[in-house]
């Protein structure tokens, strides 16, 4: 059945996704922080720990690879930390394991992008565009002049970077097909609480004057909380992990062998409510953007 990879693989979404993938016979090399237990142990969010991950998979893999999915990421943490993370540590390990893809047996690489990219108003572009330049240092100036968008602004980037290299030699040319997963609140075990309980913005606020690091971490900030719990539910709920490692091991499948270059929603409908017209979309008769063309990486 083939081998995967599969960043933070030892908890949450990522643990759902292992889980299914080894119940339908493949063989999973995980990447996590070190003391989690993974065959990897490295942190993604720095460029050293990144090359050392990429390097060490290889030797594991004997250099083939027949799946990657990059699902490790962080939303209410500094922004340097969600810029450096999720977006470096999962462009950088895509373009590192893509020779390594290219030898496998239809192989397939996907990734999470949030589906805040889909509902946040106002994603500064220059902080988009100077991500797919690979500019970190200049991504990091400019959230000076926008402060509380380095999530949406790097998962929107992200999704950018998929649709514009999928199609392109590097990746589809060598049989690689490249897609996105965009989902919206899961009810994985720190969500838990702030989806449920209508109480938990005020708990978490009175306990940060105790324990600020560790109740932010699991609780988040009231402001937060409220505004998540304040999302739209078509379908009564939010989805669990095991819902979107569905859709994350039929996207490794022969089954989507022809989805190349889409980044799609599971999300209970939130997307949709929100913006019902936007897609599909007429294509615009003026010229595409230059920068519509794939760079290298």
């Given at each position: 059945?083939g081998?995967?990879?599969?960043?933070?693989?030892?908890?949450?979404?990522g643990?759902?996704?292992?889980?299914q993938?080894?119940?339908?016979?493949?063989?999973?090399?995980?990447?996590?922080?070190?003391?989690?237990?993974?065959?990897?142990?490295a942190?993604?969010?720095?460029?050293?720990?990144r090359?050392?991950?990429?390097?060490?998979?290889?030797?594991?893999?004997?250099?083939?690879?027949?799946?990657?999915?990059?699902?490790?990421g962080?939303?209410?943490?500094?922004?340097?930390?969600?810029?450096?993370l999720n977006?470096?540590?999962?462009?950088?390990?895509?373009v590192?394991?893509?020779?390594?893809?290219?030898?496998g047996?239809?192989?397939?690489?996907?990734?999470?992008?949030?589906?805040?990219?889909?509902?946040?108003?106002?994603?500064?572009?220059?902080?988009?565009?100077?991500l797919?330049?690979?500019?970190?240092?200049?991504?990091?100036?400019?959230?000076?002049d926008?402060?509380?968008?380095a999530?949406a602004?790097?998962?929107?980037?992200?999704?950018?970077?998929?649709?514009?290299?999928?199609?392109?030699?590097?990746?589809?040319?060598?049989?690689?097909?490249?897609?996105?997963?965009?989902?919206?609140p899961?009810?994985?075990?720190?969500?838990?609480p702030?989806?449920?309980?209508?109480?938990?913005?005020?708990?978490?606020?009175?306990?940060?004057?105790?324990?600020?690091?560790?109740?932010?971490?699991?609780?988040?900030?009231?402001?937060?909380?409220?505004?998540?719990?304040?999302?739209?539910r078509?379908?009564?709920?939010?989805?669990?992990?095991?819902?979107?490692?569905?859709?994350?091991?039929?996207?490794?499948?022969d089954?989507?062998?022809?989805?190349?270059g889409?980044?799609?929603?599971?999300?209970?409908?939130?997307?949709?409510?929100?913006?019902?017209?936007?897609?599909?979309?007429?294509?615009?008769?003026?010229?595409?953007?230059?920068?519509?063309?794939?760079?290298?990486?």
């Open positions: 059945m081998n995967v990879v599969v960043t933070g693989s030892q908890a949450g979404t643990l759902a996704i292992r889980k993938l080894e119940a339908s016979g493949r063989i999973v090399l995980g990447i996590d922080l070190p003391g989690k237990g993974a065959e990897v142990e942190d993604l969010s720095t460029p050293d720990g090359q050392e991950a990429i390097q060490n998979l290889l030797k594991q893999c004997g250099g083939v690879l027949d799946g990657l999915v990059c699902n490790v962080v939303d209410h943490a500094p922004d340097s930390l969600v810029i450096s977006y470096f540590g999962t462009v950088d390990l895509l590192g394991l893509r020779d390594a893809l290219a030898w047996k239809q192989p397939a690489a996907v990734t999470s992008v949030s589906n805040s990219m889909l509902i946040t108003p106002g994603i500064p572009e220059d902080m988009v565009e100077a797919l330049q690979g500019d970190e240092g200049r991504a990091l100036e400019l959230l000076k926008h402060p509380g968008k999530y602004s790097s998962n929107l980037a992200l999704a950018r970077w998929i649709r514009r290299h999928a199609p392109s030699p590097q990746w589809a040319g060598r049989g690689i097909t490249l897609n996105g997963v965009s989902s919206g899961i009810m994985t075990n720190p969500w838990k702030i989806l449920d309980n209508p109480l938990a913005g005020w708990w978490a606020l009175w306990s940060s004057m105790w324990a600020p690091d560790l109740l932010r971490q699991f609780l988040g900030d009231p402001a937060f909380g409220n505004a998540v719990r304040e999302l739209p078509p379908l009564g709920r939010h989805t669990t992990p095991e819902q979107v490692a569905n859709l994350f091991e039929f996207l490794l499948s089954k989507a062998r022809f989805i190349v889409q980044v799609i929603a599971i999300d209970g409908g939130i997307e949709a409510t929100f913006r019902p017209d936007d897609w599909p979309a007429a294509l615009p008769s003026k010229p595409a953007r230059e920068s519509s063309t794939p760079r290298s990486g």
